[in-house]
């Protein structure tokens, strides 16, 4: 997180002190997670997540699918599925519930 040189000026740092622990703690935790789903993951996940979509009936496959064994993968599936419901309320909203979720056309 070196990216700009610290300012000459003692004071104004100290402000920062709490931030920028705060942040490396943060961007280690991160590192950790991430560095632990590289280690779990594996290509064969990927196309047995794809196989496990193409195999799902038009009209039920999911917008969004995680492929990730970590709490990085958990917690954007919890993530995804609350973005889903406000997703469907927004375009309730205007009118456009039609468009969502996918449904079989009319012959």
């Known amino acids: 997180m070196q990216k700009s ?17 705060q942040a490396q703690a943060m961007a280690r935790r991160f590192i950790g997670l991430a560095q632990k789903s590289f ?14 979509l193409l195999n799902l009936p038009y009209g ?3 917008l969004r699918t995680i492929v990730d064994p970590s709490d990085i993968g958990a917690l954007a599936n919890a993530m ?7 997703q469907e309320r927004f ?6 519930e039609f468009s969502f979720p996918v449904q079989e056309a009319a012959e």
């Open 39 to 52: 280690v779990e993951a594996s290509p064969a996940m990927v196309a047995d997540a794809v196989a496990d």
């Open 5 to 21: 040189p610290p300012t000459d000026e003692p004071k104004r740092m100290a402000g920062y002190g709490p931030t920028l622990e």
């Open 80 to 86: 995804n599925a609350a973005a889903a419901t406000k």
């Open 60 to 62: 039920k496959r999911p």
């Open 91 to 96: 375009q309730d909203a205007l009118g456009a």
